[in-house]
Nanobody, 126 residues
């Protein structure tokens, strides 16, 4: 499965963006899709994930209450709606898919994901 992330851009603090993660040419045949981000000089960190079968979601503390992950299985697309954006949300955002659930909390582990999109830049600045 090839994944393509899009929807990034430049937004002012307090603004919103919606990121999309689309399967390219294949059915989104994954157990779950996760969103990660990586800021310059920092480790790639998990933001959110969604189980494709039932839509159950996880959020990092930094995202909870501001970001919402959703999926449209008919369109083979997962979305990350980001509201109330802060400068510290500035990063390259990646979506990733994995075939298996490795247990509680494993969604946070980037090494549990099999496929990665190319990343989309989100910049929050006034």
């Amino acid at each position: 499965v090839q994944l393509q992330a899009s929807g990034g851009g430049l937004v002012k603090p307090g603004g919103s963006l919606r990121l999309s993660c689309a399967a390219s040419g294949f059915t989104l045949d994954a157990e779950s899709i996760g969103w990660f981000r990586q800021a310059p000089g920092k480790e790639r960190e998990a933001v959110s994930s969604i189980k494709l079968s039932d839509g159950s979601a996880h959020y990092a503390d930094s995202a909870r209450g501001r970001f919402t992950i959703s999926r449209d299985n008919a369109k083979n697309t997962v979305y990350l709606q980001m509201n109330s954006l802060k400068p510290e949300d500035t990063a390259v955002y990646y979506c990733a898919g994995r075939s298996h659930n490795y247990g509680l909390g494993s969604w946070l582990d980037r090494f549990s994901y099999d496929s990665w999109g190319q990343g989309t830049q989100v910049t929050v600045s006034s």
